[in-house]
C-alpha cells in the first residue's frame, strides 16, 4: 500500500503543476469545443498522462532500487510502455500523429513487452481443457493483437471526466487482489503504482475536469493494464485467462461494438469519431433532460453525472471476475451475460425506449418545488424537446438497420 500512496500524492502534485503551468504558458490545450464528442466549454489542458508516466517511473525506480530481484523487468515494462505512452504524448502537443501511427507504436510496445517481460498468451481455458499454445507464431501475434486492443479502448472510452481513469482503477485493483492470492509480488506492486498514479490525477479531473488524460495517458495505462493482465495470467497458471478477458471486457467489447457499428451499420471508416458510443448516448439521452440548460455550469454538471453509469456497467464485469478468477466456466458464462447486457442497454437507448429507472428526476423534483400550492384549472403543456441531431435520431430515421 505505501506503493500506492506514494504515487497518489506524487502524481496529485505533479498534475497541478502541470495544470498551472500549461494554463501559462498556454500548451497542449484540448481548445476545440466542436468536436462530436466535444462536452466541455472552455480550453483545458491535456496532457495528464504526463503526470501519471512520471509519477510511476520514479516509483518504478524505488521499487527497482529496494527490490534488486525485480529490477530487470520493472526498467523492462517501463522501456516498452515509453512507446505507447510517447506517440500519445507527441498528439497531445503537437496534433501530428495519426492513429495508424499511435495504433503502430502500441503494437512495438507489445512486441517488445512479448521478448523482454514474457508478457505472453501461452493458454487459453476453454470449458474442458486449458489449451497451451507452444508456438510462438500463433502466441505473438495473438499478444500482440490483443494488448493493441485495450490501448485502444482506453482511448476510446476517455470521453467523459473520470470515465477512463476510474474504469481502469478499478481493474488494476482487481489484478492487485488476484496477484496477492496467488503471491505474484511484482503484479501486486505495479497494479497498486499504476493504480495509484492514476489515482493522483483524477483529484483534479473529476468533477470539474480541470486536466484531461489525453492520449498520452490514455495508451500508457490501457498497456499498462493489459500487460499486467497478460503477465498475471501467464505467471500463474492457476489464473484463468477468462479472468483478464472477463475484466477488460467492457472497453474490449466498446471496441469491438464501434468496429462494428461505423462500418457495418454506417458504412464509414472504423477510425473515424462519431458521437453514438454509450457514454455519449447517456449523456445525451438520460443525463441531458434530467439537468437542463446549456451553460458551462450545467455542461461540467451532466458530463460528471455521465461518468458513473459507466462506472457500474464496468463493476458488472470487474465484480464477477475478482471473486471468480479460477473458474472458468463461471467467467465465460459472465462475459455472455455483460455482452448480452450492453446491447440491450444500447438498442433501448438508441431506439429512444431507455429505462425509466435509469433516467434521473432532478429537473422535475426541481421544477415541482417552485409549483404553487394550488394548481391551476388548464396547467400549461410542457414544451416539447429539441429536435435530434442526426447523431442523436433512431436508426429508422436515418433509414439505418436497427442495432
Known amino acids: 500500500m505505501f506503493s500506492f500512496f506514494f504515487t497518489f500524492i506524487f502524481s496529485a502534485v505533479l498534475t497541478l503543476l502541470i495544470v498551472r ?4 504558458h498556454k500548451t497542449a490545450m484540448d481548445s476545440d469545443l466542436s468536436g ?6 472552455r480550453p483545458v489542458p491535456r496532457i495528464g498522462g504526463l503526470a501519471i508516466f512520471l509519477s510511476v517511473v520514479v516509483s518504478g525506480a524505488i521499487v527497482a532500487a529496494r527490490l534488486p530481484q525485480f529490477a530487470p523487468i520493472v526498467w523492462g515494462l517501463l522501456l516498452c510502455s515509453a512507446f505507447a505512452f510517447g506517440g500519445g504524448i507527441v498528439e497531445d502537443f503537437t496534433r501530428r500523429v495519426s492513429p495508424k501511427w499511435r495504433l503502430l507504436l502500441a503494437m512495438v510496445a507489445a512486441l517488445l513487452g512479448f521478448f523482454l517481460v514474457d508478457a505472453r498468451i501461452v493458454h487459453i481455458d ?18 500482440v493483437l490483443a494488448v493493441a486492443c485495450i490501448v ?4 476510446l472510452i476517455d470521453g467523459f471526466n473520470g470515465l477512463a481513469s476510474v474504469v ?8 492487485a487482489y488476484v496477484a496477492l492470492q496467488v503471491n505474484d509480488s511484482f503484479v501486486l506492486t505495479m497494479s497498486l503504482i499504476v493504480a495509484g498514479g492514476a489515482a493522483g490525477f483524477l483529484v483534479w479531473n473529476y468533477p470539474a475536469g480541470m486536466i484531461f488524460l489525453g492520449d498520452g495517458g490514455a495508451y500508457f495505462l490501457g498497456f499498462m493494464l493489459a500487460e499486467l493482465a497478460v503477465m498475471l495470467v501467464a505467471r500463474n497458471p492457476q489464473v ?10 467492457y472497453p474490449g467489447f466498446e471496441t469491438v461494438f464501434s468496429v462494428y457499428r461505423r462500418v457495418f451499420l454506417r458504412g464509414r471508416s472504423p477510425g473515424l469519431p462519431d458521437g453514438i458510443h454509450l457514454h455519449s448516448l447517456i449523456f445525451r439521452r438520460l443525463v441531458q433532460w434530467a ?12 458530463n460528471s453525472l455521465t461518468s458513473p453509469y459507466l462506472w457500474l456497467l464496468s463493476l458488472l464485469a470487474v465484480i464477477p471476475a475478482t471473486l471468480f478468477w479460477r473458474q472458468a466456466p463461471l467467467l465465460i458464462l459472465f462475459c455472455v451475460l455483460f455482452v448480452v447486457v450492453y446491447v440491450w442497454l444500447y ?16 429537473r422535475k423534483k426541481r421544477s415541482a418545488k417552485n409549483l404553487p400550492h394550488r394548481q391551476p384549472a388548464h396547467p400549461r403543456r410542457p414544451p416539447s424537446p429539441r429536435p435530434p441531431v442526426e447523431d442523436e435520431m433512431p436508426p429508422s430515421a436515418t433509414k439505418q438497420p436497427r442495432v
Do not use: E
Open 126 to 143: 476453454l470449458v474442458s481443457f486449458d489449451w497451451k499454445i507452444d508456438f510462438i507464431w500463433l502466441a505473438l501475434p495473438l499478444t
Open 152 to 155: 485502444n479502448a482506453i482511448n
Open 21 to 24: 503551468m500549461a494554463r501559462r
Open 240 to 249: 484463468s485467462a477468462w479472468y483478464a478477458a472477463l475484466l477488460l471486457i
Open 168 to 175: 481502469t482503477i478499478f481493474m488494476l485493483l482487481s489484478l
Open 291 to 302: 439537468i437542463g440548460g446549456r451553460d458551462a455550469r450545467a455542461l461540467t454538471k451532466r
Open 36 to 41: 462530436v464528442q466535444k462536452v466541455h466549454t
Open 347 to 362: 438498442g433501448r437507448i438508441v431506439q429512444f425506449r431507455s429505462p425509466r429507472w435509469l433516467v434521473l428526476n432532478q
